[in-house]
Nanobody, 118 residues
């Protein structure tokens, strides 16, 4: 049974920090792990992604503020978010892809709300 369990969202003041976690289970041959977000009335967008060998990719809007990391032994991906801004408010979704015999499978978490407000 595939599960992506997210945690760490919440309400934080501007300038504050949050750390999101996403633990994957029931998925074999995980390759990429990442975080997307969707604000009300906007399309879902990539925030950050990390490959199995540690290569990372960030949205321009979060570079220098967010850091993605992963623990391959635990199949867990993290997103450390610092210097949060009101425009970071969104539902954050964990994304995992696995590759088996050349076929890519993609999985999504249920989403966790991040609200940045004073």
């Amino acid at each position: 049974q595939v599960q992506l369990v997210e945690s760490g969202g919440g309400l934080v003041q501007p300038g504050g920090s949050l750390r999101l976690s996403c633990a994957a289970s029931g998925i074999f041959s995980i390759y990429g792990m990442g975080w997307y977000r969707q604000a009300p009335g906007k399309q879902r967008e990539l925030v950050a992604a990390i490959t199995k060998d540690g290569s990372t990719n960030y949205a321009d809007s979060v570079k220098g503020r967010f850091t993605i990391s992963r623990d391959n032994a635990k199949n867990t991906v993290y997103l450390q978010m610092n210097s949060l801004k009101p425009e970071d408010t969104a539902v954050y979704y964990c994304n995992v892809d696995s590759r088996t015999k050349g076929v890519k499978y993609e999985y999504w978490g249920q989403g966790t709300q991040v609200t940045v407000s004073s």
